[in-house]
């Protein structure tokens, strides 16, 4: 059964109550938290958080697109699982403590960084994610070559996440068990029906 995760960056803000009961047919809420250094963009803070807690039911996944994601932990320790970037600084230091708060500890990969990056990390990560779109923005264009990847992080054991640019045409063209997906979801005039077909 392959799972959603509603990526929250594609929502309304002004409206945020209702664009999270859009998504309340997805397994997951993807947050995503950007410095302005390792991707080109300032997003959600842990007021933020706060705020989609307080709405949802679903379990919460931060995805830490930060140079330092040590300094970034605490702040949003209420997420159910939090994704480090293996680019990141001390991205090891940081997925150990995440596990010693008892979360779920996912490593992603920027589209241009090859699966084998993530061997290293693998016996602390629970997950790992697949950026299929360069960090920073929701709405871009799908990156097929780091689709491909995830046909070779398979035999690695993990879960797979793939992020970015996905919808109905693009899911079938990657092997993954949770799908994260933001304009898709969002931008649909029935989010509900949007979400059980990435689910099909
Ligand atoms: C990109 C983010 C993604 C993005 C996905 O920096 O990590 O989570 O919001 O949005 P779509 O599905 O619109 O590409
Ligand atoms: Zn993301």
Sequence with gaps: MI??????????????KDELRKAESADFIHFDVM??????????????????KKHTRLPVNVHLMVADPIEYIDMFKNADIITVHVEANDAEDALMKIKKLKKKAGI?????????????????????????????????KFIMQAAEKTKLLR??????????????QTKELVDADVLCAGEFIFSSKNPGEAIAKLKE
């Design 3 to 16: 799972k959603v995760a509603a990526s929250i960056l594609a929502a309304d803000f002004s409206n945020l």
């Design 35 to 52: 410095d302005n250094r390792f991707a080109p963009n300032l997003a959600l803070s842990p007021v933020i958080l706060e705020a989609v």
């Design 108 to 140: 992603a990969l920027n589209p241009e960084t090859p699966a084998e990056k993530v061997q290293q990390f693998l016996s602390i990560a629970d997950s790992i994610l697949v950026m299929t779109v360069h960090p920073g923005f929701a709405g871009q």
């Design 155 to 168: 035999p690695m054991g993990r879960e797979i996440w793939v992020d970015g640019g996905i919808n109905e």
